[in-house]
């Protein structure tokens, strides 16, 4: 039992907007205090994301009321990276340190719309960027203004799996530094975290048949990252999500022998539409 048709009631909605398809998942509160989720999914045409959101939003009964939309683009369009900041450099602009980043002197900074992150890990300071076409975003901010709706975030799909994973987590937990994959039907996805802040991450075709050896792979090449991003150790937990009756498929021994002693294969999220939108 829900609170119905009343207006009162709490909704939130996330929006992964792929080039193809929308994704939409509603959050309801019902009267009890818990949560209830719709999805639905529509097809973007002629890349008409206006008219594909209007769609989607309508499926989900949202269509006459204001809802604040969580949005994600797809991992694969936006570059992030996490570097320690040098002496002198806590100061330098969104693109000095992108440019830096990308050890280019000819990218199109002013095609890309970027912001940054600056935070401390093992007493270091790091800053952490992320950079998607300008584009892109400036389409799907004008689709949400249109639709009388108002965008309350815009974020990489692979950060609202982080939030997700992490919140299904103990508190005390929560802060950890761990190795995250995410499993999909033709690609997995790893993203070295602290807490809810992505430090570095991957994404690889998923092998058919020879799943575990992708999953370690990844998890070596991620780790292999951990001194340049600043870190003093790479992560000593693993978690994977999704695709789960793959779990019985792989050699169990095999997987202890190759990943860190704390690992653990969950359900969920995992690289599923309507778990990067909810």
């Not at 780790?223 to 693993?238: D, F, H, M, R």
């Amino acid at each position: 039992m829900s609170s119905g048709s009343d207006p009162s009631r709490s909704h939130a909605v996330g929006v992964l907007f792929g080039r193809q398809h929308l994704h939409g998942c509603r959050a309801t509160t019902t009267v009890f205090g818990s949560m209830r989720y719709e999805y639905a999914s529509v097809s973007v045409n002629n890349d008409d994301l206006e008219s594909a959101l209007r769609d989607l939003l309508h499926a989900l009964e949202l269509d006459e009321l204001p809802t604040p939309i969580a949005g994600a683009i797809p991992t694969s369009e936006c570059y992030f990276a996490t570097r320690p900041i040098n002496a002198g450099g806590g100061n330098a602009s969104p693109r000095t340190l992108l440019r830096e980043s990308l050890r280019s002197t000819t990218a199109k900074l002013d095609q890309l719309a970027i912001d940054v992150l600056n935070w401390q890990a093992d007493r270091r300071p790091l800053v952490s960027i992320v950079a998607a076409p300008l584009k892109r975003v400036e389409q799907i901010r004008a689709a949400i203004e249109n639709s009388k709706h108002s965008l309350q975030r815009l974020e990489p799909a692979a950060n609202a799996l982080i939030t997700a994973a992490v919140e299904s987590e103990r508190k005390e937990r929560r802060d950890r530094l761990v190795t995250r994959v995410f499993l999909g039907d033709r690609s997995l996805l790893a993203v070295m975290t602290k807490g809810t802040r992505a430090i570095h991450w991957q994404s690889i075709p998923l092998p058919q048949g020879d799943e575990g050896t992708g999953i370690v792979s990844i998890v070596r090449s991620v780790e292999a990252a951990y001194s340049a991003c600043g870190l003093e150790n790479p992560p000593a937990s693993v978690r994977i999500y999704g695709r789960q009756e793959l779990e019985s498929l792989i050699d169990r021994q095999w997987l202890a022998d190759n990943l860190p002693d704390d690992f653990r294969w969950l359900e969920c999220p995992s690289m599923k539409p309507e778990h990067m939108a909810r």
